[in-house]
């Protein structure tokens, strides 16, 4: 059974960083294509950010680029979001999500989600 | 950049069919994928590439995709049935691929 489990989410003062994890499990980690999805609460799903297989190529979204880095460590089966600067309207449940290796594959499994809150 | 539009709510009663839509330029010519999330839960893909289901997922959730909208169609509908629908696709118009998700739709059963 595939399973996701993020960790590291909570409270921070704006202008501050947090870093969350993403322990795989039951999944070939190191074929995948892994993301983090956010959703704000009571508003829908937004894709923050993808890291490809290989570590080849990375993606942001505008909303996040330049103040959050994704990477991944295969050895550890583990997805790291860096999130530096942080702003008010970061504050979301953050999942993380596998792809396929196809440039239009689906989010085929999630985690649970952590939540950050980014608050004075 | 590219925008998915899905209406806000759906109403249905149990055991009819519930249709809910998402509208997107030429959205016929890209991959659709539909994810049912449930209050407290993390999203669940339930059809991908437009018409494809996951193993697990009931026969009852079909979708569609021509033109300019896609379509998730749930038959025989059940109080289970119940909750927020987002729809999603891979937009690769800018310099790089970004994930693109339509406002997502709730689904009522009366």
């Known amino acids: 059974e595939v399973q996701l489990v993020e960790s590291g989410g909570g409270l921070v003062k704006p202008g501050g960083s947090l870093r969350l994890s993403c322990a795989a499990s039951g999944v070939t980690f190191s074929s995948y294509t892994m993301n983090w999805v956010r959703q704000a609460p009571g508003k829908g799903l937004e894709w923050v950010s993808l890291i490809s297989s290989r570590n080849t190529y990375i993606y942001y979204a505008d909303s996040v680029k330049g103040r959050f880095t994704i990477s991944r460590d295969n050895a550890k089966n583990s997805l790291y979001l860096q999130m530096n600067s942080l702003r008010d309207e970061d504050t979301a449940v953050y999942y993380c999500a596998s792809k396929g290796s196809g440039s239009q594959s689906p989010f085929e499994f999630w985690g649970q989600g952590t939540l950050v809150i980014v608050s004075s | ?110």
């Not at chain 2, 995709?65 to 729809?87: F, K, P, Q």
């Open chain 2, 1 to 110: 950049s590219y925008v998915l539009t899905q209406p806000p709510s759906v109403s249905v009663a149990p055991g009819q069919t519930a249709r809910i839509t998402c509208g997107g330029n030429n959205i016929g010519s890209k991959s659709v994928h539909w994810y049912q999330q449930k209050p407290g839960q993390a999203p669940v893909l339930v059809v991908y590439d437009d018409t494809d289901r996951p193993s697990g997922i009931p026969e009852r959730f079909s979708g569609s995709n021509s033109g300019n909208t896609a379509t998730l169609t749930i038959s025989r509908v059940e109080a289970g049935d119940e909750a927020d629908y987002y729809c999603q696709v891979w937009d690769s118009s800018s310099d790089h691929p970004s994930g693109v998700f339509g406002g997502g739709t709730k689904l009522t059963v009366l």
